[in-house]
T-cell receptor
Framework: TQLLEQSPQFLSIQEGENLTVYCNSS?????LQWYRQEPGEGPVLLVT?????EVKKLKRLTFQFGDARKDSSLHITAAQPGDTGLYLC????????FGAGTRLTVKP | EAGVAQSPRYKIIEKRQSVAFWCNPI?????LYWYQQILGQGPKLLIQ????????DSQLPKDRFSAERLKGVDSTLKIQPAKLEDSAVYLC?????????????FGSGTRLTVV
């Protein structure tokens, strides 16, 4: 059983569309990170959110940490083929636990 | 700055054989992690080191897996004997913490196939 549940598991969209992926848990985390992983590579850190209700923007990516620090969302505006990859969320307390990821495919 | 180095990139072995993976973290990063990522899943923590001491190895299958970090720098992860279900990507990561700020950097991983 995953401590962090990510949804959807798979997402395939056309270039230019918007999308939101979710990361949910019954546990409270001191912070939460989002990573993107491409085939054959390790995960690359995108953002860290620490405060409940926090919103961070990274170009076309918007990250939100839930008020109760149990869940998070990632919204991508006008997706591009370069956004294709596995998006992982990871919650941190004494250690870091990962969700299973959302595999995003953006078709040109 | 140089990233986390891992070797080999790929390894194919037969079940019941032994295998070892090597990791060189980012210079100055005190904390080192080994994760196992099975296809279609997120990374699962196997062991966490702080300098050369073990902080968490609760999910390490100690009957067959071992890891060490001599001198608090490089680390090796060994599997002996390997089982088919050990087929996965083994990721090494290192991190720093300054107050509430921390950062994880992952290596590219070693893809292990047990046949």
């Amino acid at each position: 059983t995953q401590l962090l549940e990510q949804s959807p598991q798979f997402l395939s969209i056309q270039e230019g569309e918007n999308l939101t992926v979710y990361c949910n848990s019954s546990s409270v985390f001191s912070s939460l990170q989002w990573y993107r992983q491409e085939p054959g590579e390790g995960p690359v850190l995108l953002v860290t959110v620490v405060t409940g209700g926090e919103v961070k923007k990274l170009k076309r990516l918007t990250f939100q940490f839930g008020d109760a620090r149990k869940d998070s969302s990632l919204h991508i505006t006008a997706a591009q083929p370069g956004d294709t990859g596995l998006y992982l969320c990871a919650g941190r307390n004494n250690d870091m636990r990962f969700g299973a990821g959302t595999r995003l495919t953006v078709k040109p | 700055e140089a990233g986390v180095a891992q070797s080999p990139r790929y390894k194919i072995i037969e079940k019941r054989q032994s295998v070892a993976f090597w990791c060189n973290p980012i210079s100055g990063h005190a904390t080192l992690y080994w994760y196992q990522q099975i296809l279609g899943q997120g990374p699962k923590l196997l062991i966490q080191f702080q300098n050369n001491g073990v902080v968490d190895d609760s999910q390490l299958p100690k009957d067959r897996f071992s890891a060490e970090r001599l001198k608090g720098v490089d680390s090796t992860l060994k599997i002996q004997p390997a089982k088919l279900e050990d087929s996965a990507v083994y990721l090494c990561a290192s991190s720093f913490t300054v107050g509430a700020i921390y950062g994880y950097t992952f290596g590219s991983g070693t893809r292990l196939t047990v046949v």
